[in-house]
Each structure stands twice: as structure tokens, then as C-alpha cells.
């Protein structure tokens, strides 16, 4: 199984996510904001990040294009975990280099396909 970092604000919505990851198989980091997030991109590198969009201090887009633009997390597959609905926000994501896209709420079989589908396309890769 696969190492995922989780970057999300909101307390029971991490520990939700890190609850079904973890029941998935998988091994889970998690971050509370995205200074942590990156912080712990150093010291061990994940094989998959789920990001939330609306984080303190930087926006999920704002971190997305850092990630990017490094050589080593520009590898990385992210997945966008969000409440934003709107089809520009998704192109957005898009246009900088996302794996998936959850809409929250969603159900953790949606959760656990679209990481599955991001880990296969990138092995691909």
C-alpha cells in the first residue's frame, strides 16, 4: 500500500480521512496546514498527497503550484479533497497538475478509487 500525506485543516475531517486510509491499508502523514505539509515533504516524501483547498496561511492553489514546481514533489500525484463545487475551481486544479477530485462530502469507496485510480496513472508515468 501506498504512504499518503493528508493536508487538511479541519481536525475531524483529517482524522476521518486518516481513519479510511488507514483501514484501506495505506500508511498516513497528516498535516494541519500547508507549512507542515511541505515541512514533512522533506522528511519523508509521500507516494500520494490529498490537499484541501482552503488552508491558512496559503491557499491549496498556492501550495498545488509549489509542489509543482519542485523537481521532486512536482512527481508527487495529488489528489484535491474540497467543498468547492464550481467547474472553474476544478479547471484550475486541472491547468496546474491534480490525479483526482473529491467534492466533499463523499463516501470513503470514492476516496479510496480515486487514490487507487492516481497511484495507477502514475506508476504509468
Known amino acids: 500500500m501506498a504512504t499518503i500525506l493528508v493536508i487538511e ?21 497528516a498535516a494541519a496546514d ?3 505539509g511541505l515541512r514533512s515533504l522533506i522528511d519523508a516524501p509521500p507516494d500520494l498527497i490529498l490537499l484541501d483547498l482552503d488552508l491558512p496561511y496559503l491557499s491549496g492553489f498556492e501550495v498545488l503550484e509549489a509542489l509543482r514546481k519542485d ?8 489528489v484535491i479533497v474540497t467543498g ?26 470514492h476516496l479510496i478509487k480515486a487514490i487507487a ?4 496513472v502514475h506508476e504509468k508515468k
Open 84 to 109: 468547492h463545487v464550481e467547474e472553474e475551481v476544478h479547471e484550475r486544479c486541472r491547468g496546474i497538475g491534480i490525479e483526482g477530485y473529491l467534492t466533499k462530502p463523499f463516501k470513503s469507496e
Open 34 to 36: 500547508p507549512e507542515e
Open 9 to 29: 485543516d479541519d481536525r475531524a475531517f483529517r482524522d476521518l480521512l486518516r481513519l479510511h486510509l488507514r483501514q484501506a491499508g495505506h500508511t498516513v502523514q
Open 117 to 120: 485510480g492516481a497511484l495507477a
Open 71 to 78: 523537481p521532486t514533489s512536482g512527481k508527487i500525484p495529488v
